[in-house]
């Protein structure tokens, strides 16, 4: 069965939209107040899309820890779209995010929201990564790998799961099973989760070049060579080479010269006496 999932580019294209609130929520020529301020009124707005940009410019900025209580209040808006982006802002905070754990528990045990859900388990990943001692996460984490309808949610849990290194090898071995999916966004997916891990997965870079060759869209194609440097295989620079040739799109073109460029540099320590 093949599964219609578009979030990823679904969001880049929102985050285009929107730019222009999001630079206006961000704006550096204003005081940190006065960011705050505008931010917190444009999260109660009645205006989704408004909504929407002021929880977008929150994922990566100064003024976000100062928000925290607002961005959990945003895990329970009535947009799926505002729930997820939330989701990736609170993970993004770390260890200052464990407050929002249970928050973010419940929304990858039951939203409705696939995206939701695939947030709040790479939310999870990260705030445990930061925090070693935090243990609830583990068992939702585990669950959502096997029950969860969503494949891409299942990639992300295990993704998270392998951050927190709960059975890092089981998790590698899982995830190189979704590299033979039938769908390009869960195969580009598993590589990204895989590439995460680094080189302890080096031994699934061949299946992640055939995820390369298979790619037809050229920001899935950036994100499967960012994997490919990330495990270290130096076999796979042939193929990398190759793709980069045909790429036409500068920002896969980036990643492939970032892959490139690691490989090599790998490849250049291995040679050394």
Same mark, same amino acid.
């Given at each position: 069965? &093949?599964?219609?999932?578009?979030? &990823? ?15 206006? %929520? ?15 009124? #444009? ?16 994922? @990566? ?5 100062? *928000? ?7 895990? #329970? ?6 729930? =997820? ?14 407050? %929002? ?11 409705? @929201?696939?995206? %939701?859900? $695939?947030?709040? !388990?790479?939310? *999870? ?22 029950? #969860? !309808?969503? +494949? ?29 999916? $039938? ?8 590589? @990204? %989760? *895989?590439?995460?891990?680094?080189? +302890?997965?080096?031994?699934?870079? +061949? $299946? ?9 869209? @050229? ?16 076999? =796979? ?12 799109? +500068? ?23």
């Amino acid at each position: 069965m &093949t599964v219609h999932r578009n979030s &990823t580019f679904l969001t880049s294209f929102l985050a285009l939209v929107l730019g222009a609130a999001f630079a206006s %929520a961000a704006d550096p020529a204003k005081s940190a107040d006065e960011r705050i301020a505008k931010v917190k009124a #444009d999260l109660k707005s009645a205006d989704v899309a408004v909504r929407q940009a002021a929880i977008g410019s929150l994922i @990566h900025s100064d003024i976000s820890p100062k *928000l925290l209580t607002e961005m959990r209040a945003a895990l #329970d808006d009535r947009d799926g779209a505002v729930r =997820s982006t939330a989701a990736t802002a609170v993970g993004n905070l770390g260890s200052e995010a464990v407050p %929002a754990v249970p928050q973010l528990i419940a929304q990858l045990k039951s939203d409705a @929201h696939k995206e %939701a859900r $695939e947030t709040a !388990a790479r939310a *999870l990943g990260r705030i445990g990564k930061a925090t070693p001692t935090e243990k609830r996460l583990v068992a939702p984490l585990s669950a959502a790998t096997q029950e #969860d !309808a969503d +494949p891409v949610t299942r990639v992300v849990a295990h993704g998270a799961l392998a951050m927190l290194d709960v059975e890092l090898e089981k998790q590698i071995g899982s995830l190189r099973k979704y590299l033979h999916d $039938e769908e390009a966004l869960v195969r580009m997916k598993a590589s @990204h %989760a *895989l590439g995460m891990i680094g080189l +302890p997965a080096k031994a699934a870079a +061949p $299946e992640i070049v055939e995820v390369l060759k298979r790619e037809t869209d @050229h920001h899935r194609r950036g994100y499967v060579a960012r994997a490919l440097g990330n495990t270290g295989d130096p076999a =796979s620079l042939a193929v990398l080479q190759a793709a980069l040739e045909k790429e036409t799109d +500068p920002g896969a073109q980036g990643e492939m010269r970032g892959a490139i460029s690691r490989l090599k540099t790998l490849a250049a320590e291995k040679a050394k006496p």
